[in-house]
Protein backbone atom coordinates (compact mmCIF):
# COMPACT_ATOMS: atom_id res chain seq x y z
CA UNK A 1 0.00 0.00 0.00
CA UNK A 2 1.34 3.07 -0.88
CA UNK A 3 0.99 6.42 1.33
CA UNK A 4 0.85 9.67 0.33
CA UNK A 5 3.58 11.78 -0.97
CA UNK A 6 4.46 15.47 0.85
CA UNK A 7 6.26 18.29 -0.69
CA UNK A 8 5.96 20.09 -3.33
CA UNK A 9 3.59 17.61 -5.29
CA UNK A 10 0.90 16.92 -2.73
CA UNK A 11 -1.31 19.77 -3.98
CA UNK A 12 -1.54 18.29 -7.15
CA UNK A 13 -1.98 14.68 -5.63
CA UNK A 14 -4.63 16.27 -3.33
CA UNK A 15 -6.65 17.62 -6.76
CA UNK A 16 -5.95 14.24 -8.36
CA UNK A 17 -7.47 12.22 -6.26
CA UNK A 18 -10.57 14.88 -5.19
CA UNK A 19 -11.03 14.34 -9.23
CA UNK A 20 -11.04 11.19 -9.24
CA UNK A 21 -13.01 10.65 -6.17
CA UNK A 22 -16.14 12.98 -7.75
CA UNK A 23 -15.57 11.03 -11.05
CA UNK A 24 -16.62 8.31 -8.91
CA UNK A 25 -19.71 9.87 -7.22
CA UNK A 26 -21.08 11.04 -10.94
CA UNK A 27 -20.52 7.67 -11.96
CA UNK A 28 -22.71 6.25 -9.11
CA UNK A 29 -25.12 8.21 -9.88
CA UNK A 30 -25.15 7.10 -13.41
CA UNK A 31 -25.28 3.75 -12.43
CA UNK A 32 -28.25 4.22 -10.20
CA UNK A 33 -29.92 6.29 -13.05
CA UNK A 34 -30.00 3.59 -15.05
CA UNK A 35 -30.69 1.05 -12.49
CA UNK A 36 -34.01 2.88 -12.12
CA UNK A 37 -34.29 2.75 -15.75
CA UNK A 38 -34.13 -0.66 -16.31
CA UNK A 39 -36.15 -1.63 -12.94
CA UNK A 40 -38.82 0.89 -15.13
CA UNK A 41 -38.52 -0.91 -18.22
CA UNK A 42 -39.28 -4.14 -16.23
CA UNK A 43 -42.22 -2.70 -14.89
CA UNK A 44 -43.78 -1.22 -18.02
CA UNK A 45 -42.89 -5.08 -19.62
CA UNK A 46 -44.98 -6.24 -17.14
CA UNK A 47 -47.57 -3.67 -16.94
CA UNK A 48 -48.37 -4.73 -20.89
CA UNK A 49 -48.60 -8.56 -19.86
CA UNK A 50 -44.53 -10.29 -19.90
CA UNK A 51 -43.01 -11.85 -17.34
CA UNK A 52 -40.13 -10.04 -15.89
CA UNK A 53 -38.18 -12.85 -14.31
CA UNK A 54 -38.33 -14.95 -17.79
CA UNK A 55 -36.85 -11.31 -19.55
CA UNK A 56 -34.35 -11.26 -17.01
CA UNK A 57 -33.46 -14.62 -17.69
CA UNK A 58 -33.17 -14.07 -21.30
CA UNK A 59 -31.02 -11.25 -21.15
CA UNK A 60 -28.80 -13.14 -18.97
CA UNK A 61 -28.78 -16.08 -21.39
CA UNK A 62 -28.30 -13.15 -24.18
CA UNK A 63 -25.04 -11.87 -22.75
CA UNK A 64 -23.42 -15.58 -22.66
CA UNK A 65 -21.22 -16.73 -25.04
CA UNK A 66 -23.15 -19.30 -27.41
CA UNK A 67 -20.64 -22.34 -26.43
CA UNK A 68 -20.91 -21.44 -22.94
CA UNK A 69 -24.72 -22.02 -23.13
CA UNK A 70 -24.78 -24.58 -24.86
CA UNK A 71 -22.58 -25.97 -21.92
CA UNK A 72 -25.13 -24.54 -19.29
CA UNK A 73 -28.10 -26.13 -21.56
CA UNK A 74 -26.46 -29.84 -22.29
CA UNK A 75 -25.60 -29.80 -17.87
CA UNK A 76 -29.02 -28.22 -17.15
CA UNK A 77 -30.28 -31.56 -19.05
CA UNK A 78 -28.35 -33.97 -17.70
CA UNK A 79 -29.68 -32.85 -13.93
CA UNK A 80 -32.90 -32.52 -15.33
CA UNK A 81 -32.58 -36.11 -16.55
CA UNK A 82 -31.17 -37.51 -13.23
CA UNK A 83 -33.62 -36.19 -11.36
CA UNK A 84 -36.19 -37.85 -13.27
CA UNK A 85 -37.76 -34.08 -14.22
CA UNK A 86 -38.41 -34.71 -17.91
Known amino acids: ?4 TTGHNSG ?4 RLRLLIERVERLEEEKKGIADDIRDTYAEAK ?3 YDA ?3 RVIV ?5 KPDD ?3 MDAILE ?3 F ?3 MD
Do not use: N, V, W
Open 1 to 4: MTTP
Open 12 to 15: DESD
Open 47 to 49: ATG
Open 53 to 55: KIM
Open 60 to 64: RLRKM
Open 69 to 71: RRE
Open 78 to 80: TYK
Open 82 to 84: ALD
